[in-house]
Nanobody
Framework: QVYLTESGGGLVQPGGSLGLSCKAT????????MDWYRQAPGQERELVAR???????TYAQSVQGRFTVSRDNVRRTLSLRMNSLKPEDTAVYYC?????????WGQGTQVTVSS
């Protein structure tokens, strides 16, 4: 069974930084692209960052230049480094992947950017 478990969320001041992690089990991590999504209250879930099997990265325009996604295939871990955080970054952040045409999601971790 595929399990994705996020960690690292919390409260941070505007302009601050925060790091998120996603541990994957039940999947051949090395051969799957991995994503970070987020969902704010009253908003639809949006793709924040994606990293492919060859470490090519893609970012939403709203986080370009501030967020960095990475992966560690040995530890089977997906990471997201968030810098220069803004109040509008406040959301639940989710780890995501696709295996055999099925979507798999983590439980989500809350990120709140507020003074």
């Amino acid at each position: 069974q595929v399990y994705l478990t996020e960690s690292g969320g919390g409260l941070v001041q505007p302009g601050g930084s925060l790091g998120l992690s996603c541990k994957a089990t039940g999947i051949n991590f090395r051969i799957h692209a991995m994503d970070w999504y987020r969902q704010a209250p009253g908003q639809e879930r949006e793709l924040v960052a994606r990293i492919t099997t060859d470490h090519t990265t893609t970012y939403a325009q709203s986080v370009q230049g501030r967020f960095t996604v990475s992966r560690d295939n040995v530890r089977r871990t997906l990471s997201l480094r968030m810098n220069s955080l803004k109040p509008e970054d406040t959301a639940v952040y989710y780890c995501h992947t696709i295996r055999q045409s099925r979507d798999y999601w983590g439980q989500g971790t809350q990120v709140t950017v507020s003074s």
